[in-house]
């Protein structure tokens, strides 16, 4: 166990060194270098963490714990409401912001891994392929392995709708992570050649849980019950005063979130003042290596074990992990439970009794219990039980515990596994959902599977071929029956289908043919709950029958046919062009509801005709939101827009082999711009989508909406267009302010998350088309926006990695004397003259900084043993005392470093 400073002695070494070193960012220096953290929140965009910022900081100021936030990307990706910065200037900006935001929960450490926030999607397996999987938990696990947090906090992983790809992508290489920095075989040469040694995080959970409770009130952090019996749920109340600020924790969480301006988030309102009126975080475990005492129901329960203990607890640094031989566990077989009780503690643990407490249906084939008569500082002891599963163990998830005690101290750790019946009948996951499966039964976190309800879509009317995966979970062969049971609307021929003689983990695919047959239901979130029409799947063998709940997401259809005469795109609607299937724009998807067809309403026509699609919307608006400059005119939610999506061959998994377009009506020129975004090839329509042609029709003056004309050539699209699986969507953004923030979005087929979503996309049929066989049969690989904003140029990083020792982009560091200062900066009238000398070849990267703000950079390449003078300029009245030169230097071979040096008043 890492030994700590007394907060009296953190509190005196800190204030020495802020006086030493006075910083315009919150950073102190620290005692020790690199950093020794207590939790590390990682996430994948500034922003991410501001969700938690109450919980951290009434603990950091409650204990004088340090914190970090990794941020594996600087949020290039997002919009921008306060100026006209994007790409990397954009991401150098959101970095400021966040560490204004954190540092008012008392956060000092911000780690940007450089990775590319490439746009809004819903796909963790894209994200994997940009941001390389191996490059991007190398650069984690080295940041735990340096500032050896003991908890990890983190986001959701699964691919719940409407969870952005990098959220999950974060969050699963948090999870990795967690296990792979405790293993001296992962990235070995960290710890060979960097010097660095295996950490084992004690606890890592997600922000968020699924359950019912109340929840304003301190009451919330007590009567919180998960949807999941199993699930280890911890909540803690925002509404706490801080002691230091005068104002509760709630509060300043909305403090620091309204710094998030370029995301539009300054104009959220305030939060009540009564503290009975605010509400919990809440969150939820991954897993953990330490014991809890089971009646500890204290706001800071979720740090026992790992940053502190009670009066009845375990002394910290004693860790106990349970595994399981199988995660599934069949009715009447045998499995194992792994135990290893490590002491990391200060004493020699004595005298301790292990036991393995088990719920009804499972028996332990020995007692389940062993003395441990001596554990040293630094061993573990490992041990295994054999459990049967009693044949009439029910199927749902257990929690096993293993109790460690030390004469009246004592805690538990524990494992879920699932009882699973041994012949097992699930609805085929949709491809993203089926590769977070595969990832969670790697990672050994299963359980997060039930945050997943497994769903397929169909069209209004249409039918559709349904796979059923039949598995034998047992170890003898397995014979029943598989039944599927519809909701009313919907029908199959044949209901049920017989399984013989399936093997031991054998899986067969069985299908059914579904068919919506009550064209007059409702679709879209409109339809069935929520846009869920639940049905079920029932497998019945001799000794079970068990049932597994999915549901059908029904999707609008209508028919695309070919103009009588080609349309004039001139923002009007004239005879021939378009036929009569008008498509309502009018659901609410996200934000406020309108209120009235006045304030905010659509409807649309599509027609085909030779080489191309055209889309006619007529858009009803009582305020018109910012008019955007024509170089401005991107990121359509900001302001009033419409945007249309198209999914060529309607199979995509996500938007990377879609067309996505928004048009916006007008712009200061008078005239209606268009980019595309999050799609196969993003930019201004100019460059991205040759021949596509844009109209509308506003008064500005008098403004009531507007109406625009698009034509879409087929050429432009990723693929060739299949006429009978074409699916679509349109959607109708509005804002009614002039802060460059939408505040409602309607649109056709519309779910949470629905933009990132092709397969709940709304239904084409192309009457009469033939595709031009000229065109891609397959999707055009995507093209990837991959403008980064780089930690070497980023002073506000170079100033932190300077101070706490943490490699910029939590890169390999570079040897100490590979750049030096040669003496001190001279500071003259209007110039700094810097003198550098390289012992290893690399480009250093020079700033003069200032009140958070670059006064001059230079860069300057340098081969072995070379020497240059590099001159900064600055308005006289410009050195303040928090002035530095800050320099950042990459050696040839890819290693880093930072050089710091204060040079203010």
């Given at each position: 166990?890492?030994?700590?400073?007394?907060?009296?002695?953190?509190?005196?070494?800190?204030?020495?060194?802020?006086?030493?070193?006075?910083?315009?960012?919150?950073?102190?220096?620290?005692?020790?270098?690199?950093?020794?953290?207590?939790?590390?929140?990682?996430?994948?965009?500034?922003?991410?963490?501001?969700?938690?910022?109450?919980?951290?900081?009434?603990?950091?100021?409650?204990?004088?714990?340090?914190?970090?936030?990794?941020?594996?990307?600087?949020?290039?990706?997002?919009?921008?409401?306060?100026?006209?910065?994007?790409?990397?200037?954009?991401?150098?900006?959101?970095?400021?912001?966040?560490?204004?935001?954190?540092?008012?929960?008392?956060?000092?450490?911000?780690?940007?891994?450089?990775?590319?926030?490439?746009?809004?999607?819903?796909?963790?397996?894209?994200?994997?392929?940009?941001?390389?999987?191996?490059?991007?938990?190398?650069?984690?696990?080295?940041?735990?392995?340096?500032?050896?947090?003991?908890?990890?906090?983190?986001?959701?992983?699964?691919?719940?709708?409407?969870?952005?790809?990098?959220?999950?992508?974060?969050?699963?290489?948090?999870?990795?992570?967690?296990?792979?920095?405790?293993?001296?075989?992962?990235?070995?040469?960290?710890?060979?050649?960097?010097?660095?040694?295996?950490?084992?995080?004690?606890?890592?959970?997600?922000?968020?849980?699924?359950?019912?409770?109340?929840?304003?009130?301190?009451?919330?952090?007590?009567?919180?019950?998960?949807?999941?019996?199993?699930?280890?749920?911890?909540?803690?109340?925002?509404?706490?005063?801080?002691?230091?600020?005068?104002?509760t924790w709630a509060q300043l969480e909305r403090d620091a979130q309204k710094l998030y301006e370029s995301q539009g988030w300054k104009v959220f309102d305030d939060v009540p003042n009564d503290p009975n009126q605010l509400g919990c975080d809440r969150f939820t475990e991954f897993d953990s290596r330490v014991p809890i005492t089971k009646d500890n129901q204290q706001s800071t329960s979720l740090l026992e074990g790992a940053l502190l203990t009670t009066e009845k607890g375990l002394p910290l640094g004693t860790e106990i992990s349970v595994t399981t031989s199988s995660y599934k566990i069949v009715p009447g077989e045998t499995f194992k439970v792994n135990i290893e009780v490590t002491n990391n503690s200060e004493k020699i643990l004595k005298d301790a009794n292990l036991k393995l407490e088990l719920p009804g249906g499972l028996e332990a084939e020995t007692n389940g219990q062993v003395s441990i008569k001596q554990l040293k500082m630094g061993e573990t002891q490992k041990f295994s039980f054999n459990v049967k599963a009693s044949p009439t163990m029910e199927t749902k998830r257990y929690r096993l515990n293993a109790i460690l005690a030390v004469g009246e101290k004592q805690g538990f750790s524990s494992r879920v596994i699932e009882g699973v019946s041994a012949l097992e009948a699930k609805l085929q996951p949709l491809p993203h959902v089926k590769q977070f499966q595969e990832w969670a039964e790697k990672n050994r976190v299963q359980h997060l599977e039930n945050l997943i309800k497994p769903v397929f879509s169909i069209g209004l009317g249409e039918s559709k071929d349904v796979q059923v995966n039949v598995t034998n979970n047992s170890s003898s062969v397995q014979s029943g029956e598989v039944s599927i049971q519809l909701p009313e609307g919907f029908?199959?021929?044949?209901?049920?289908?017989?399984?013989?003689?399936?093997?031991?983990?054998?899986?067969?695919?069985?299908?059914?043919?579904?068919?919506?047959?009550?064209?007059?239901?409702?679709?879209?979130?409109?339809?069935?709950?929520?846009?869920?029409?639940?049905?079920?799947?029932?497998?019945?063998?001799?000794?079970?029958?068990?049932?597994?709940?999915?549901?059908?997401?029904?999707?609008?259809?209508?028919?695309?046919?070919?103009?009588?005469?080609?349309?004039?795109?001139?923002?009007?609607?004239?005879?021939?062009?378009?036929?009569?299937?008008?498509?309502?724009?009018?659901?609410?998807?996200?934000?406020?509801?309108?209120?009235?067809?006045?304030?905010?309403?659509?409807?649309?026509?599509?027609?085909?005709?030779?080489?191309?699609?055209?889309?006619?919307?007529?858009?009803?608006?009582?305020?018109?939101?910012?008019?955007?400059?024509?170089?401005?005119?991107?990121?359509?939610?900001?302001?009033?827009?419409?945007?249309?999506?198209?999914?060529?061959?309607?199979?995509?998994?996500?938007?990377?082999?879609?067309?996505?377009?928004?048009?916006?009506?007008?712009?200061?020129?008078?005239?209606?711009?268009?980019?595309?975004?999050?799609?196969?090839?993003?930019?201004?329509?100019?460059?991205?989508?040759?021949?596509?042609?844009?109209?509308?029709?506003?008064?500005?003056?008098?403004?009531?909406?507007?109406?625009?004309?698009?034509?879409?050539?087929?050429?432009?699209?990723?693929?060739?267009?299949?006429?009978?699986?074409?699916?679509?969507?349109?959607?109708?953004?509005?804002?009614?302010?002039?802060?460059?923030?939408?505040?409602?979005?309607?649109?056709?087929?519309?779910?949470?998350?629905?933009?990132?979503?092709?397969?709940?996309?709304?239904?084409?049929?192309?009457?009469?088309?033939?595709?031009?066989?000229?065109?891609?049969?397959?999707?055009?690989?995507?093209?990837?926006?991959?403008?980064?904003?780089?930690?070497?140029?980023?002073?506000?990083?170079?100033?932190?990695?300077?101070?706490?020792?943490?490699?910029?982009?939590?890169?390999?560091?570079?040897?100490?004397?590979?750049?030096?200062?040669?003496?001190?900066?001279?500071?003259?009238?209007?110039?700094?003259?810097?003198?550098?000398?390289?012992?290893?070849?690399?480009?250093?990267?020079?700033?003069?900084?200032?009140?958070?703000?670059?006064?001059?950079?230079?860069?300057?390449?340098?081969?072995?043993?070379?020497?240059?003078?590099?001159?900064?300029?600055?308005?006289?009245?410009?050195?303040?005392?928090?002035?530095?030169?800050?320099?950042?230097?990459?050696?040839?071979?890819?290693?880093?470093?930072?050089?710091?040096?204060?040079?203010?008043?």
């Open positions: 166990m890492k030994k700590r400073f007394s907060t009296i002695a953190k509190t005196l070494t800190l204030t020495m060194m802020c006086s030493l070193f006075p910083l315009g960012s919150s950073l102190a220096k620290t005692e020790e270098k690199p950093v020794d953290l207590d939790m590390l929140f990682i996430g994948a965009h500034p922003d991410d963490e501001a969700g938690g910022l109450s919980t951290y900081g009434q603990w950091i100021e409650q204990y004088n714990y340090k914190m970090g936030v990794m941020t594996i990307t600087r949020g290039e990706g997002g919009g921008n409401a306060v100026g006209p910065e994007e790409g990397s200037d954009l991401g150098i900006l959101r970095e400021k912001e966040e560490r204004d935001a954190v540092s008012i929960a008392g956060i000092n450490h911000v780690f940007n891994l450089d990775k590319v926030d490439f746009y809004y999607n819903v796909s963790a397996p894209l994200t994997e392929k940009v941001w390389d999987h191996d490059v991007t938990l190398e650069k984690v696990v080295r940041t735990i392995r340096m500032t050896k947090p003991e908890i990890l906090f983190t986001m959701n992983p699964s691919p719940t709708p409407g969870n952005h790809g990098h959220h999950q992508y974060a969050a699963r290489m948090a999870v990795e992570a967690f296990y792979a920095a405790a293993d001296p075989t992962k990235f070995p040469e960290q710890i060979s050649k960097e010097g660095l040694k295996p950490w084992s995080a004690k606890k890592i959970v997600y922000r968020g849980a699924s359950g019912s409770g109340v929840n304003i009130g301190e009451k919330c952090e007590t009567t919180f019950v998960p949807s999941e019996s199993t699930d280890k749920v911890y909540s803690i109340w925002s509404g706490r005063k801080s002691e230091k600020q005068n104002k029908q199959t021929l044949q209901p049920s289908i017989t399984i013989d003689s399936l093997n031991p983990d054998e899986t067969k695919a069985i299908q059914f043919s579904v068919q919506n047959t009550n064209t007059s239901l409702k679709t879209s979130n409109e339809g069935g709950t929520n846009g869920d029409y639940d049905f079920t799947i029932t497998t019945k063998t001799t000794d079970q029958s068990v049932v597994q709940k999915a549901a059908i997401n029904l999707v609008p259809v209508t028919d695309i046919q070919q103009a009588a005469t080609e349309p004039t795109i001139d923002g009007e609607e004239h005879e021939g062009e378009y036929h009569d299937h008008d498509i309502d724009l009018s659901r609410l998807w996200e934000g406020s509801v309108p209120t009235s067809s006045m304030d905010a309403s659509g409807h649309a026509k599509v027609s085909w005709y030779k080489d191309a699609l055209y889309f006619y919307v007529n858009v009803q608006d009582d305020l018109l939101g910012t008019v955007l400059d024509k170089d401005d005119a991107k990121r359509h939610w900001r302001t009033d827009s419409v945007e249309i999506t198209i999914d060529p061959q309607g199979n995509s998994e996500n938007t990377s082999s879609t067309f996505k377009v928004g048009v916006f009506p007008t712009t200061t020129e008078h005239k209606p711009a268009a980019y595309r975004d999050a799609d196969n090839y993003q930019g201004p329509i100019e460059l991205t989508a040759p021949g596509m042609e844009i109209a509308s029709k506003i008064n500005e003056e008098n403004y009531n909406g507007y109406t625009m004309e698009v034509k879409i050539p087929f050429s432009v699209l990723p693929a060739a267009v299949d006429p009978e699986k074409f699916a679509f969507n349109i959607f109708v953004y509005d804002s009614d302010t002039k802060d460059k923030t939408g505040q409602t979005r309607l649109g056709w087929s519309t779910w949470g998350g629905v933009q990132g979503d092709p397969y709940r996309w709304g239904h084409g049929k192309l009457k009469d088309y033939h595709p031009d066989m000229n065109l891609p049969q397959q999707p055009k690989e995507p093209i990837i926006p991959m403008d980064v904003a780089k930690s070497v140029l980023s002073p506000q990083s170079i100033l932190q990695s300077s101070l706490n020792g943490v490699p910029l982009a939590s890169g390999v560091a570079a040897e100490k004397d590979s750049l030096m200062m040669v003496g001190k900066p001279k500071v003259s009238q209007n110039t700094v003259n810097v003198k550098l000398k390289a012992k290893i070849p690399g480009t250093a990267n020079v700033f003069l900084w200032s009140n958070k703000q670059i006064l001059d950079k230079k860069s300057i390449d340098f081969e072995s043993n070379k020497q240059a003078e590099v001159v900064l300029q600055y308005p006289t009245d410009k050195l303040t005392e928090t002035t530095y030169v800050l320099v950042s230097y990459e050696t040839k071979d890819g290693k880093i470093m930072s050089l710091s040096y204060p040079i203010g008043n």
